[in-house]
């Protein structure tokens, strides 16, 4: 029986310092969390970079060079390098940690969005840095810029030689599954593809079972057997997603950039922790959780061994 992928989202792009004081920014603190997230089950490291002095976003790789060393040295953990970089970035600029690394897995984001965190806003009175709350208030006319001339750029880049990569397809909504699979069509990839249904984010997709459910069914009609899905529940719904979607035969993210809380009003202390309780509501409902190895040949992915770090 082929097990549960369990990624992990270590810090991302859209919560900020004054957030969580569990949410690592400094690279040292990032790689402490990956490698304790991939100890916990985590198969796969999902990874952006941030600015050591600020936690702001980075694209700058050598703000990851230090994470990626440990994980490679203290785990087998699949990383998966995002291309999202943050939502004032553009697709050249967040490219660079991925072309740089050479990493089995980067994100691949498969639509434009109105990609808006700005109601958060609204609950801090005092931000720890001086960028954060103008770069949360932007989100609200800002867009998520992923057009089809974006995407075949990402596809070329890094899908062939020499980086190879395999991507995680973030679905932030049900136009995107159609985006895929017009770019299967024209040859920008090649299955089995993995699908990654974002739900839950402000000009998205909502994360209830319902549209899980039309979700999975428009990706079975348009992709058959040449697929293999997992689901991020964004904010409070992110353990209740998990559990559907292994109960559904799907893959799990978890993780402090999806959701800063382990259980409603209860805020996470790592990313360890999240890890922790997805396998123990996994384990509990009779799903196995898949090993990096096990991941990396249901994903086809190339191997640690052929990473650029």
Same mark, same amino acid.
């Given at each position: 029986?082929? &097990? ?29 969390? /990956?490698?304790?997230?991939?100890? $916990?089950?985590?198969?796969?490291? !999902? ?7 600020? +936690? ?20 087998? /953990? ?11 970035? +553009?697709?050249?600029?967040?490219? /660079?940690?991925?072309? $740089? ?33 103008? @770069?949360? =208030?932007?989100?609200? &006319? ?14 070329? =880049?890094?899908?062939?030689?020499? !980086? ?7 679905? @932030?909504?049900?136009? !995107?599954?159609?985006?895929? %699979?017009?770019?299967?069509?024209? &040859? ?18 909502? %994360? ?5 459910? !039309? ?5 079975? =009609?348009?992709?058959?057997? +040449? @697929? ?26 978890? +993780? ?7 259980? =409603? ?24 959780? $898949?090993?990096?190895?096990? $991941? ?14």
């Amino acid at each position: 029986m082929s &097990g549960t992928i369990i990624t992990c989202a270590i810090t991302g792009a859209i919560h900020t310092p004054t957030m969580s004081d569990a949410l690592p920014w400094t690279p040292g603190d990032i790689a402490t969390q /990956a490698v304790g997230a991939a100890r $916990a089950g985590a198969a796969i490291i !999902h990874l952006h970079a941030r600015h050591p002095e600020n +936690g702001a976003p980075s694209i700058n790789p050598d703000h990851m060079r230090h994470v990626l060393a440990r994980l490679k040295a203290e785990t087998d /953990a699949i990383v998966n390098i995002s291309t999202g970089g943050s939502i004032t970035m +553009g697709i050249d600029e967040r490219l /660079a940690p991925a072309a $740089a690394f050479s990493p089995e897995m980067c994100s691949m984001n498969m639509g434009s969005l109105n990609f808006s965190i700005h109601p958060i806003a609204d609950r801090y009175a005092e931000w720890k840095f001086d960028w954060e709350e103008p @770069y949360v =208030r932007a989100t609200e &006319g800002g867009i998520f810029r992923n057009t089809f001339a974006d995407i075949k750029m990402v596809a070329d =880049r890094m899908g062939g030689a020499p !980086h190879n990569v395999r991507f995680e397809h973030e679905c @932030y909504d049900v136009g !995107h599954l159609h985006n895929l %699979a017009f770019c299967l069509k024209q &040859g920008m990839f090649r299955a089995p593809v993995f699908v990654q249904f974002v739900m839950g984010i402000l000009g998205g997709i909502p %994360a209830d079972i319902d549209h899980l459910v !039309h979700m999975k069914r428009t990706a079975d =009609r348009l992709f058959g057997d +040449g @697929y293999q899905w997992s689901v991020i529940g964004a904010g409070a719904a992110q353990m209740k997603m998990a559990s559907v979607s292994a109960q559904m035969g799907g893959h799990v993210r978890v +993780g402090l950039e999806d959701s800063l809380f382990i259980e =409603r009003g209860v805020m996470a202390q790592s990313n360890a922790q999240q890890v922790e309780k997805a396998v123990g509501l996994l384990r509990a409902q009779g799903n196995r959780i $898949a090993t990096p190895d096990e $991941a990396r040949a249901m994903l086809g992915l190339k191997g640690r061994d052929k990473v650029g770090f």
